[in-house]
C-alpha cells in the first residue's frame, strides 16, 4: 500500500466488554484524560 494520501485519524475509545453497533446508544463512564480527549475530539468533528 503504497498511497498513504487516503489515509485518516480518527480518535478510538477502547470498551471492555461491551460490542457497539451503529446507532446505538449506551451510557460510558470515562475517566482517564486521554479518552474524556478522544470523546471531545470526536463530538467537535461530528
Do not use: C, E, W
Not at 446507532?23 to 474524556?36: A, E, K, N, T, Y
Not at 480527549?37 to 468533528?45: F, G, P, R, V
Amino acid at each position: 500500500m503504497s498511497d498513504k494520501q487516503n489515509l485518516t485519524n480518527l480518535p478510538v475509545l477502547p470498551l471492555r466488554d461491551v460490542v457497539v453497533y451503529p446507532h446505538m446508544v449506551i451510557p460510558l463512564f470515562v475517566g482517564r484524560d486521554r479518552s474524556i480527549q478522544a470523546i471531545d475530539l470526536a463530538m467537535d468533528d461530528n
